[in-house]
């Protein structure tokens, strides 16, 4: 099992800037991609950004591309994700995930953290 921690949420204005944090625990030698999803009120949940672990390669959104930045330290098991240029349509609660197998083209991920607030202020 692995076990999945987001923090770095919160409140920002627009055109501001967060750091979210995934700190990852348990069978983390399995994880084979990592990835970042949100979920905005009345709204389905949506893929973000993802992330090999082996290789680095990574895979965003269109809607987030140029604007935001996942990275790895992978001695410590946590991902991140660097949000910059925010506006309204990027409030949601944001979840982090964690796949054995999968490659960073997929929506589909074992484990999955308990999310984090972003609200940005107009």
């Known amino acids: 099992q692995v076990q999945l921690v987001e923090s770095g949420g919160g409140l920002v204005q627009a055109g501001g800037s967060l750091r979210l944090s995934c700190a990852a625990s348990?069978?983390?030698?399995?994880?084979?991609?990592m990835g970042w999803f949100r979920q905005a009120p009345g709204k389905e949940r949506e893929f973000v950004a993802a992330?090999?672990?082996?290789?680095?390669?990574?895979y965003y959104a269109d809607s987030v591309k140029g604007r935001f930045t996942i990275s790895t330290r992978y001695a410590k098991n946590t991902v991140y994700l660097q949000m910059n240029s925010l506006n309204s349509e990027d409030t949601a609660v944001y979840y982090c995930?964690?796949?054995?197998?999968?490659?960073?083209?997929?929506?589909?991920?074992?484990?999955w953290g308990q999310g984090t607030q972003v609200t940005v202020s107009s």
């Open positions: 348990g069978r983390t030698f399995s994880i084979y991609t």
């Open positions: 995930a964690a796949d054995p197998s999968r490659g960073i083209a997929t929506m589909k991920y074992d484990y």
């Open positions: 992330i090999s672990l082996s290789g680095g390669s990574t």
